[in-house]
């Protein structure tokens, strides 16, 4: 069974970017409504953004206009390009889909919710 693998966390000082990514270990179909997710410590997981089923985005207001959410069919992969980053932005980064793991699967709207272990992301100076 196919796994989301996330990279890119890394420590940034306040102002700067990253670039997160998230792509799946095994063999898969496709993604549905894929999105990054965080948790900060002592905090509830939250939705930073997501691809919504008809293919739109949806963007935490705290990030939008400094995140951007991204996805490439071909390759089954869903990029976080995060930019003027601030310290309230810690936290560790989750990728979240549900998978197609055939085009059976999709026909037949057969998905599999899936997470990624996290990446750290910490916002200082």
């Known amino acids: 069974q196919a796994r989301l693998v996330e990279s890119g966390g890394a420590v940034v000082q306040p102002g700067g970017s990253l670039r997160l990514s998230c792509a799946a270990s095994g063999r898969i179909f496709g993604l549905y409504a894929p999105g990054w997710y965080r948790q900060a410590p002592g905090k509830q997981r939250e939705l930073v953004a997501r691809?919504?089923?008809?293919?739109?985005?949806n963007y935490a207001d705290s990030v939008k206009g400094r995140f951007t959410i991204s996805r490439d069919n071909a390759k089954n992969t869903v990029d976080l390009q995060m930019n003027s980053l601030k310290p309230e932005d810690t936290a560790i980064y989750y990728c979240n889909a549900q998978i197609y793991y055939s085009y059976a699967d999709q026909v037949n709207d057969r998905r599999q919710n899936s997470w990624g272990q996290g990446t750290q992301v910490t916002v200082s100076s």
């Open positions: 691809f919504t089923s008809g293919g739109t985005t």
